[in-house]
Nanobody, 124 residues
């Protein structure tokens, strides 16, 4: 079992930045690949970014590539999402998720553990 708690969401103007954090507790954090997903009203939950267990492998959705950076600190049991050059279309609830698989996967079904989500709102 692992528990995930996101923080760092808020309201920001277009072009601004936010840094999301996801703190994990429970089983060994470094045993999990981690990812961020987001869900906008009326839309399905979508993959944003993922990171391998070691932190050396990172993967991004095309819509955020070059603007968002995922990282992790296994000593602090935390994964981060640095979001720069935010756009109104980035507005969503952002969730972190943990998967004990070997590779980062971009669909929701492999992920066994989810946080409660944090709201990100980007105004134009």
């Amino acid at each position: 079992q692992v528990q995930l708690v996101e923080s760092g969401g808020g309201l920001v103007q277009a072009g601004g930045s936010l840094r999301l954090s996801c703190a994990a507790s429970g089983r060994t954090f470094s045993s999990y690949t981690m990812a961020w997903f987001r869900q906008a009203p009326g839309k399905e939950r979508e993959f944003v970014a993922g990171i391998s267990k070691s932190g050396f492998g990172t993967y991004y959705a095309d819509s955020v590539k070059g603007r968002f950076t995922i990282s992790r600190d296994n000593a602090k049991n935390t994964v981060y999402l640095q979001m720069n050059s935010l756009k109104p279309e980035d507005t969503a609830v952002y969730y972190c998720a943990a998967d004990d698989g070997v590779v980062v996967r971009t669909t929701t079904s492999p992920y066994d553990y989810w946080g409660q989500g944090t709201q990100v709102t980007v105004s134009s």
